[in-house]
């Protein structure tokens, strides 16, 4: 059966990409995106040519992350048209790059903002939808940083995605039992075929940045674009994250795998989830609460408990 | 030689035992807080009090950690004091309990501010002063949270404290060629001894938090108070926290521990950091980065240098 889908930051990167596979998978997507009558009205003329010229089921949407109003309506507009909602993607992301101490605190705020509070008004807009259906599927996309080898310069970024990941590992936890299953898909680092390196912001304390670079730091930003380039093999295929989600969606309901690595540098977060999500889940048993690593199905339960 | 010593949070819990001990072993220790002459006043005259009765050099001193203004003024006044600051603690925190989903994005905003946004406005007052002498020292209370098992209902405390341990690891890469060295303190649960679970703040959409009493996650927070129960041992002593922070400081430059763990749950965050900082430390080799891994004696090199 074809899934109502909704997916956030669906303009470029992995959202573009992962929404294009799902609707040629023949499921029902609204690739969100904000601005869309604005700067992203090319991009919504992209989508619904894709629509026609593959003939699925595609539909860019308004839907500002920022914006509760925003989340809200677009949502609203997705369970009137269809009566339901099966998955949520949390995609919408930006990155920053400059030395940690030339960030102000407001710019970190922003950035946890985008990638992480983003998440929340989404899930406050949907998941009373999902809950009432008793099934629902919400997936994340993570990053390898938050557990991964990391190269310095990336502080902002790093620490809200790193503060995503831990809200969509206590989240699985607290909607299982409504039926709704949670997959993390971890992308390491693709510096070509997205926009997120080349639109990364910069430092407002540009003092700041100019202490490190005529100190010990000086040709930093440049040895960690090296860095990157020694690890990221030329033919990283950015389209693999898309094709991953889109499996992902197309298992079936319970035997959804909690996380997925899609990382060609290798650096390591494979190796580190493993030994995390184990321990974690040894810790719900070890108190008891082992019921919560596996979505309870709502209406089978109720049928069988009554 | 004694050290010039600043730590956050230090009202009460982690960061006034932390405050004491220091003294105790020496060190002038300004225990801040905010609200020294409002609320706090009284904490105040037990820093002078425990001051004086132990012949120490304990000093409360006004610094709120969510205003930059006072951040600022705070570090100034250490520093014009004593020509230098040696060592930043970083422990001011809060926590909340509830259902992620009845929290609204502003209450997460709010925890990533205490908990996160707290260490870049009190980094971005200190560490110039820090970096000028080519020596230092900045410790960061993080959780085991970040790495470890976790019962549910703690996800915004759990994003943000997440935040913070990626915020340390990224900073500590970024400090060491200026010769300043990171400690990261990973506390696990301690549910007494400190105010820390008593003052959780609750969900501010209460309706929402209803909706999950009355569907299947009735009972939820008492489940996870008492799986609490059965892995704090009754005999957790929140002070070997501070003891451990004396430890840490009184270890000669450059010998430090990247980290420090003190879990009397053993809720394997230890084993996760194990393995998340040796894979964070090859990923630095393999990149050629290798030289951010120990903090450089900036004295010594332009010496040697030149």
């Known amino acids: 059966m074809p899934n109502i889908i909704v997916i956030t930051g669906a303009s470029s990167g992995f959202g573009a990409l992962a929404a294009r596979a799902l609707a040629r998978a023949g499921h029902t997507v609204y690739a969100s995106m904000r601005e869309t009558e604005g700067r992203n009205a090319p991009q919504v003329k992209e989508v619904e040519k894709y629509a026609a010229a593959h003939e699925v089921d595609l539909r860019a949407i308004e839907l500002d992350v920022l914006s509760q109003q925003s989340c809200d309506a677009a949502i609203q507009e997705i369970i009137t048209r269809h009566g339901r909602l099966d998955v949520l993607i ?3 992301g930006h990155m920053v790059f400059g030395p940690a101490e030339a960030f102000t605190p407001e710019q970190l705020a922003a950035l946890y903002d985008i ?6 008004r989404v899930n406050r807009a949907a998941l009373p939808q999902l809950r009432r259906q ?3 599927l919400v997936v994340w996309v993570s990053s390898s940083s938050s557990a991964g080898g990391t190269p310095p310069y990336l502080a902002p970024y790093f620490a809200a995605k790193a503060g995503m990941d831990a809200l969509a590992v206590v989240y699985a936890r607290e909607l299982t039992r409504w039926g709704i299953e949670t997959s993390i898909i971890v992308p390491g680092a693709f510096t070509g075929g997205t926009n997120h390196f080349a639109h990364a912001g ?19 930003a440049d040895q960690v674009r090296k860095g990157f380039a020694a690890i990221v093999p030329p033919d990283a ?4 994250v898309a094709d991953a ?3 992902v ?3 079936p309901f319970g035997k959804r795998p909690f996380r997925v690595h899609i990382d060609p540098t290798q650096d390591g977060a494979e190796v580190v989830n493993a030994v995390s999500d184990r321990v974690r889940a040894e810790f719900l048993r070890r108190i008891g609460l082992d019921d919560l690593l596996t979505p309870r199905a709502l209406a089978t339960r109720s049928q069988s408990e009554n």
Request: without cysteine; negative net charge; hydrophobic residues 40%.
């Open 249 to 251: 969606i197309d298992t």
């Open 90 to 92: 949390h995609n919408a």
């Open 134 to 136: 008793g099934r629902g």
């Open 237 to 240: 295929d950015v389209s693999v």
């Open 202 to 220: 910069a430092p407002a304390d540009q003092a700041r940045a100019a202490e490190y670079e005529a100190g010990p730091y000086a040709g930093f």
């Open 115 to 120: 990638n992480v509070l983003s998440t929340q």
């Open 245 to 247: 989600i889109v499996k």
